[in-house]
């Protein structure tokens, strides 16, 4: 894969660098958000890895103007922040994936190899479709068949992150790691519990169900 990975701290920039060029990826690095925005303007990426906090602009703002710009390359965010509102906050900006500092250089690997899998034109400018449902993901809004969907912030994370993956059964763990930021077995209660306030909002009112129960797996929206 051709790389670009904006980070501004030099140990974590040429560690991840290092590993990126060892698996066999070109990796351009930048270490502030104004050169990131620059060089993914004018060059071609499969992937992009973008650290929130970068001096000057923003790995937030950087994003913003990406995608304002038209350019749907995937986007990995790398924070440190482990609150929800930040993690919704990216998603909300046409971020793909995110990775929480510390992680494993296994794990941003895995990551990259989901994001070359996704369909292109995922991150098509903010509007985002799946059967009969509209999310704007600018405006952090979403509706049904043109009726909008009064939703809390896990609701939408949990929306968005299932129609990101439409078609693809999600596990517990993988939902309870994207909403919450890491995975407990009591989440799995919490997981069902926020799935049946979704549906209750997204399924109910409606003749088809579009949020599926995989018995003993998870859950799929419909594409
Ligand atoms: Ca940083």
Not at 209 to 215: C, G, K, N, P, V
């Amino acid at each position: 894969m051709q790389l670009l990975l904006a980070e501004d701290e030099q140990k974590t920039a040429g560690y991840l660098t290092k590993g990126l060029r060892e698996d066999g990826h070109a990796v351009d690095a930048v270490a502030n958000g104004a050169d990131a925005l620059a060089l993914a303007l004018h060059q071609a990426f499969d992937a992009i890895i973008l650290d929130v906090m970068l001096p000057g602009m923003d790995g937030w703002e950087v994003l913003r103007r990406l995608r304002a710009a038209g350019c749907a390359t995937p986007v990995l965010f790398l924070t440190a922040r482990d609150h929800v509102e930040d993690r919704v906050r990216g998603l909300d900006l046409g971020a793909n994936d995110y990775l929480i500092k510390p992680f494993a250089f296994a794990e941003l690997l895995a990551r990259l190899r989901n994001l070359a899998r996704l369909p292109k034109g995922m991150a098509d400018g903010g509007i985002l479709m799946a059967g009969g449902l509209e999310i704007d993901t600018l405006r952090h809004h979403a509706a049904r068949a043109g009726h909008t969907l009064q939703l809390t912030a896990k609701e939408y994370a949990l929306l968005l992150l299932l129609a990101r993956n439409k078609g693809r059964v999600l596990s517990r763990t993988i939902i309870a790691e994207a909403i919450w930021g890491m995975f407990h077995e009591q989440q799995s209660n919490a997981v069902d519990a926020l799935v049946r306030r979704l549906r209750a909002k997204l399924d109910t009112p409606f003749e088809t169900a579009l949020l599926r129960t995989i018995r003993g797996t998870g859950y799929v929206l419909e594409a």
